[in-house]
């Protein structure tokens, strides 16, 4: 079972931070996915939560996974508020950026013989 969420009044169950929604809005969500404030939109009328990660976010990119550590909150609940954010443009989103290939053998295999051949 999920632990509870504790706010300021008391304990608060992670269905009651997404409106009752188990799932986000876009399946594009990963756990490094960054996140970062998408410029000056007002916060006025979010969600504690959704007020947060926006505040966090405005420092620069966080991962997915760093946002719902700050907030102490399940991956899942902070898919939901990630994406809600997205989809209100207060955050944007990017995947990280893909790790770095390997060059092919033959090519350096080429390289070191043209270096030897020089010396």
Known sequence: MTPPYRRERGLVRPYV???GRAHPTRNTLDLVTLVTSAGSRPVHGLSPEKRRVVELCRGGALSLAEVAGHLA?????????????????HLTARAPAPPA???????LQEVLDGLRSRL
């Open 17 to 19: 931070v997404t409106d």
């Open 101 to 107: 290939r390997l060059p092919d053998p033959r090519i």
């Open 73 to 89: 909150l399940p991956i899942s609940v902070t898919k939901v508020l990630i994406s809600d954010l997205i989809d209100s443009s």
